[in-house]
């Protein structure tokens, strides 16, 4: 590794922790309704959307209660979106005068973004008018991020909660995470973004004559406002089709800097968050270790495999095997491989550069980081409530080591949980190989492949990991507008997010009735090292049982393949 | 439940008058105000009329200006309407052939021998089908072309080059780059100036 590229590592990383531990402090007092600096001008705000939606702050919500909250929000919000998206072209602030999206196309965009996948089977500055990308996009990016904390905040309630059995209000929660916390680190995020070259503007597309002679023009939107969210708020879906790769969206190396910072600030807050809620600020920690492990496990096998390269094309004639098919030239190698990890990782799912054409090890890491549930930081929320439901499968794992029943921060965990946490894991696993199976001996599945060989399986393999895992990005040559995927991609998206969320909150539900009991000598400790290095292994090993198989016939196989010299 | 519907609608068009009105226009007027040129596109202009951007690359075929990469943005390459890459995948032989091609042609076009190896950023097609630049080494490469059909010598275009090469973000972040818009305007310019004269 060249130093330089060591040192751009290492700056992101104490930059990161440098923002993450003051907001995980700044969270904490939000949910746990603490005085905060912008209370002044927030609170009447807060009182006035409260009385304008009949929302009874005082009121508290057990799991059932929160849960159907979650559900009937997020069925609304697939409805109006899908409705904005439809009408498009009726709709004002349309100057390029697009037209409304097919239905299927409307349909698994708005399930998209309200589910925080933002998987595109559309090229945003072709398809979208700017209301769509504004009062619709936007708008869902906003929400489904708070959704995804939201639901963490009532397990982390469940979690400490003695003998009671609420987990706090839905509309307050959400309402809180938008005003206090989502909104104004997009403000701040947006004009970074801007001074870098990001656009924000709503005029028409621009063409004129180039000094080669030509024509050109270029897309033009309110982009800054947008992109700020869509990292933050790991949803990831570009105004633009080559999203964070595109000049527009992020134009100078600093830009992505920032950018790769937004992805995983929330994630990691929420970490000494859920620490601080649990009182003892070790257990975030613990949990943050382990997600750093396991971060640097797969930054390690993608950077290596990008600097490793294709030998193909040099002998197809390149200086060297560098591969910049799909690269910029302004990131550099480090920072593509950094962005790809860290986007994977998180349910983000922008990309800097294009999936398809890494190499196959390349590929294979964002792959299975999505396939593992996107719990090393994940998700906003969505990577925390992942990681505790395996952080619950470690506590059982090491109680029948020991032959104890398995407690966490207290509490005894019982068949129920253990059931739950179970659901999970499963869910979401067998919706990525039962539809890629699907796809892969369908004619309507096989016929939208655009690489032949082990690629166009590793195609599919990664559309439906991205679908069901809620990350969004993809091997992007697949041909994804079709009834086929549309619906099939769908659906996935759907089991995937609320296939997790309706089990951990139950999960919620049930920790927040038990007893604490007090921690004695044969009280396992989940503080320590031990613990953390345990998290790892079941977070692999889980992850390896399941998915070996088809990693095998898709990036491995085709890993071995190139270094042999094998085109397709 | 009809309850709970009717507040989930309520609070949905509430929020997407804050977060997708209020926002991006708020987000709009303050940049306007510290960053107008960067919200409008970075745009260049050559006697006053617009010719591109400063972050989007253009198709260069005339052989007296520097060439871009290829682009996958379009039927014809940098369609600043259809950004995207090729997503070719690394062991497709289209890949390939086309890197084979377009290695061949540049030989050509730059009086190299026949198996000089390329520079991997001139002969592939970047994420974007957009970027504005290229690799010092792919600039240096067609320094001797540029500057025989313009009459000037290497050396004359070589501080172009290194003028109009971007370094580093803060000397560390990135890789060092050629803008080759702002190259060739610069060209255009530098032989305006000696007409003039």
């Known amino acids: 590794m060249k130093n330089m590229d060591f040192l751009q590592i290492a700056i992101f990383f104490i930059a990161l922790l440098l923002l993450a531990i003051p907001l995980g402090r700044y969270m904490t007092k939000v949910y746990e309704k603490e005085k905060t600096c912008p209370d002044k001008i927030l609170l009447p705000l807060e009182k006035l959307i409260y009385r304008l939606a009949g929302i009874d702050a005082n009121c508290k919500m057990n799991w059932r209660e929160y849960l159907a909250a979650v559900l009937c929000f997020n069925l609304i919000g697939i409805l109006v979106l899908f409705l904005i998206l439809l009408l498009q072209g009726v709709l004002p602030l349309n100057p390029q005068g697009f037209a409304g999206l097919k239905w299927d196309l409307a349909l698994n965009t708005a399930v998209s973004f309200v589910t925080n996948t933002n998987w ?8 979208m008018s700017y209301l769509s990308q504004m009062t619709g996009l936007t708008v869902q990016n906003f929400l489904s991020a708070a959704t995804g904390m939201v639901v963490v905040i009532a397990l982390i309630r469940g979690l400490r909660r003695r003998e009671g059995n609420t987990i706090g209000n839905f509309w307050v929660d959400l309402v809180r995470t938008i005003l206090w916390i989502l909104l104004p680190l997009s403000i701040v995020g947006a004009v970074l973004l801007a001074s870098q070259g990001v656009i924000q503007n709503f005029s028409h597309y621009l063409t004129y004559t180039t000094i080669n002679g030509g024509q050109q023009t270029l897309a033009m939107g309110p982009v800054a406002s947008q992109e700020a969210i869509k990292m933050l708020g790991t949803n990831g879906g570009g105004f633009m089709n080559a999203n964070s790769a595109h000049p527009f969206e992020n134009p100078t190396p600093f830009s992505n800097l920032l950018e790769m910072l937004f992805i995983f600030l929330i994630p990691v807050g929420l970490t ?17 270790a382990a997600m750093l492990i396991l971060f640097a496990l797969g930054l390690s096998v993608c950077y290596g495999a990008e600097d490793s390269g294709n030998p193909l094309l040099q002998s197809a004639g390149t200086s060297n095997s560098l591969s910049m098919e799909g690269k910029d030239v302004r990131f550099g190698l480090v920072n593509d491989t950094l962005f790809t990890t860290i986007t994977t990782a998180a349910s983000c799912g922008a990309v800097n ?5 890494l190499t196959p090890m390349g590929g294979f890491i964002p792959m299975l980081q999505i396939m593992l549930g996107e719990v090393v930081f994940g998700g906003v929320g969505s990577g925390l409530y992942g990681m505790l439901v395996f952080v619950i499968l470690t506590v059982f794992i090491v109680g029948l080591m020991v032959g104890r ?18 659901l999970a894991v499963l869910v979401p696993a067998a919706t990525i190989l039962l539809f890629s199976a699907t796809a892969a001996v369908t004619p309507a599945g096989t016929s939208s492949i655009a690489n032949p060989g082990p690629h166009g399986l590793s195609e599919i393999l990664y559309a439906f990991a991205s679908g069901a895992g809620n990350n969004g990005s993809a091997f992007a040559g697949l041909n994804a507008n079709t009834l086929f995927f549309n619906l099939g991609m769908a659906l996935a998206m759907l089991t995937g997010r609320f296939g997790v969320i309706i089990p951990v909150l139950a999960i919620a539900g049930s920790m927040a009735a038990k007893k604490t009991v007090a921690a004695n000598a044969g009280t396992f400790e989940t503080t320590g090292p ?21 990693l095998a016939l898709g990036p491995i196989v085709e890993h071995f393949l190139m270094w042999g010299g094998k085109v397709f | 439940m009809l309850k709970t519907s009717v507040r989930a609608l309520v609070l949905i068009l509430i929020m997407t008058v804050l977060t997708g009105v209020v926002y991006p226009l708020a987000v709009t007027g303050i940049t306007a105000l510290f960053f107008p040129a960067q919200v409008h596109g970075s745009l260049l202009y050559k006697n006053g009329k617009m010719v591109g951007s400063a972050l989007i690359g253009q198709n260069f075929s ?11 943005a379009g039927q014809d390459g940098y369609d600043g309407t259809s950004s995207s890459g090729s997503n070719l995948g690394p062991t497709n032989k289209i890949l390939l052939e086309a890197v084979a091609a377009r290695a061949d042609k540049i030989r050509a076009a730059n009086d190299l021998n026949s198996t000089a190896p390329v520079p991997s950023d001139l002969v592939t097609s970047s994420a974007s089908g957009l970027d504005p630049h290229i690799s010092p080494t792919a ?39 050629v803008n080759v818009l702002k190259l060739n305007l610069a060209l255009d310019a530098l032989i305006k100036g000696e007409d003039r004269e």
């Open chain 2, 139 to 177: 600039a240096n490469l067609q320094i001797a072309r540029v500057a025989k059909i313009r009459d000037l010598s290497e050396n004359e275009v070589k501080v172009l080059v290194n003028q109009n090469t971007e370094k580093s973000q803060f000397g560390f972040l990135g890789e060092p780059r």
């Open chain 1, 530 to 550: 031990l613990f953390a290095g345990l998290l790892v292994g079941v977070v692999l090993i889980i992850g390896a049982l399941t998915f070996f198989p088809a």
């Open chain 1, 272 to 288: 000494l968050t859920f620490g601080r809620m649990t009182g003892n600020i070790k257990q975030g920690k613990v949990i943050l």
């Open chain 2, 62 to 72: 005339d052989p007296k200006y520097f060439q871009g990469r290829p682009s996958s």
């Open chain 1, 405 to 422: 029943t398995p407690e966490y921060l207290g509490k005894k965990i019982e068949s129920r949980e253990i059931k739950m946490a179970t």
């Open chain 1, 120 to 127: 595109q089977a559309y090229s945003g500055e072709s398809t």
């Open chain 1, 353 to 357: 550069n294009m999936h398809d054409s």
